[in-house]
């Protein structure tokens, strides 16, 4: 995994501003923080920086490739599961190579099927290649959206990088944010539409699809999405189907020339993933698989059961670690690092986030990395196979809106007047829920039900799936650690895509297929557990911090904050300790406290990135003040 940036200029020597291509790689450090490198011409400058995961010589980036008078250089961020099969294909085509790198095999891939490459994939990747000869470059992002690439297109020039902060410090990008931008903040936030970049004028090439920019202009093209059609298999094959895919995927993804672990919550997923990457070291005597989980203090004295969280993790975690002879960590935080790392999590996002689940899962990733540097994750099975209490729950699922969102009229209600006057809320939720229905690939003479499970599911994909997506990326990148997500490989999501619900929900559970197709690989007990979200903190010492800290923002006249929230309306709901708001924030885990906290992240934002009030043409320059 790494960092990927370019800047390509018509009208500029970019071979005389290596000191800002420079500087956008610097920006990108944590993310590679192994090697850099740095290509120039007269229109192109690519920049790269390194997280050494396989062939430490061969990989070195930006890698240059010549095929008769043309040079071709790529810059990569990402993995490739399929890379020994694209490479006995390259070979039978008469290419030869000078590593083991998949990076090499993605260059050589470009060269030899062009814009159609992509089609060839199976990964998680975001790249860049520019054709010298032609100069023309090339950008393209995974099916799934796990690895990010934003750009922005300024006259003459494109810039592009892996996160956001890369192209603000390019000197012809500002951090403007319209009323638009303040929309994604706060209707939406912290997912955002797919596609939007926040800060005017920037986007992020959306999962899927491909960019190319020459001289005659820029143009984009989705070259994968989901295809719905009649679903063949009997039951038997369709578990069977599912379990092939599964072993497949994560046995594919264990592949690494560093040290590999598994996130382990004692769930479904993750238990599941450990329990196969546990085999498989068996097997190919790699020793004793290491496996992390975390935990909060005090939070067995604090846990509560209630219907998102029927019981506590740890109990499971030691069944399962013990269950698999792991080599188990335990990692375990507190409420003054959880509250300190708001402001490390904000940077690591480059926006405001999910509060204390970034903050935690930065720190968690932080002391992971201190033993491994790949790590294996259960993210996606939710979404994919039907485990979301919105998936089941009438009131929900038929809400016509986003079901994890639904708050539109208490978000709005804190919004700032201009930016209310420049925006119509529920137009604007609306309007973005519309056109992501409006996507989803129909199959004719579906049954209601049926119908509406497809939608939510695209719903899912595409919005809460990405949100969860991005965190993991930029929260686990900022500490140097690969994550990996084996339950997104595409060919599992295409293929349950069109599995009828009633086999989702097999035995009337959620995750019923899932959990037949895990049978033998897992004890019962463990298969069928009740859902439990990623853990959070119960301790009500986070509560009393989170809500001192924003009662601050609220009494200092030079928070930047106070531009943008209707101040009466915060005050109450802080001074109601947030049941004044009534609803979540977002999902099952952000509630009041999280609530606080994502205000608290808003402020730090604009201060730390010096955000512009970009409404009615008039800017507003954040203050510098520290936190």
Known sequence: MCGIAGWIDWQTNIEEQQSILEMMGETLTYRGPDASGLWTSTNAGLVHRRLIVIDPEGGIQPMVRKRGK?????????????TPELRSLLKARGYTFKGHSDTEVLLLSYMEWGEHCVKYLNGIYAFGVWDEAEQRLFLARDRMGVKPLFYIQKGSALIFGSELKTLLVHPSV??????????EIFLLGPSRTPGHGVF???????????????????????YWNLESRPHTDNLDTTVDKVRELLLDAIERQLVADVPVCTFLSGGLDSSAITAIASKIYQQENRGQLHSYSVDYVDNNRYFKVNVFQPNADAPWIKRVAEFLKTKHHYITLDTPQLVEALTRA???????????????????????????????????ADEIFGGYPWYHREEMLYADTFPWMRSTKERASILAPDILEKISPFEYVNQRYQDTLA???????????????????????????????????????????????????HRIVEYVW?????????????????????????PNDVLYRKKSPYPKTHNPAYMRAVKGWLQEI??????????????????????????????????????????FAYLIQVDVWMKKYKVRKYICKIYFLASRKST
């Not at 926006?351 to 540097?373: H, Q």
């Not at 595409?462 to 997506?469: E, G, N, R, Y």
């Open 70 to 82: 043309n040079t071709y250089v790529i810059v990569y961020n990402g993995e490739l599961y399929n």
């Open 174 to 183: 500002k951090p403007e944010v319209n009323a638009e931008g303040f929309a």
């Open 200 to 222: 005017r004028g920037v986007s992020e090439l959306r999962p899927g699809h491909y960019l190319v920019y020459h001289r005659h202009g820029i143009y984009i093209r989705q």
């Open 346 to 380: 904000v940077t690591a996002r480059d926006l405001p986030g999910m509060a204390d689940v970034d903050s935690s899962l930065y720190l968690f990733c932080r002391e992971v990395k201190k033993n491994a540097t790949v790590a294996v994750s259960g993210e996606c």
């Open 439 to 489: 996507e989803v690939p129909k199959l004719p003479g579906e049954v209601k039900k049926e119908a509406r499970m497809r939608e939510m599911m695209y719903l899912n994909l595409k919005w809460f799936m990405a949100t969860l997506l991005d965190r993991k990326d930029r929260m686990s990148m900022a500490t140097g650690l690969e994550v990996r997500v084996p339950f997104c490989d």
């Open 498 to 522: 069109n599995v009828p619900w009633e086999i989702k929900v097999l035995n009337g559970r959620e995750k019923g297929l899932v959990r037949k197709a895990l049978e033998g690989i897992l």
């Open 554 to 595: 609220l009494n200092d006249s030079s928070a930047p904050l106070l531009q943008v929230i209707n101040q009466e309306k915060v005050k109450e709901i802080v001074d109601s300790d947030g049941t004044a708001f009534g609803v979540p924030w977002f999902g099952q885990l952000m509630t009041s406290a999280q609530l």
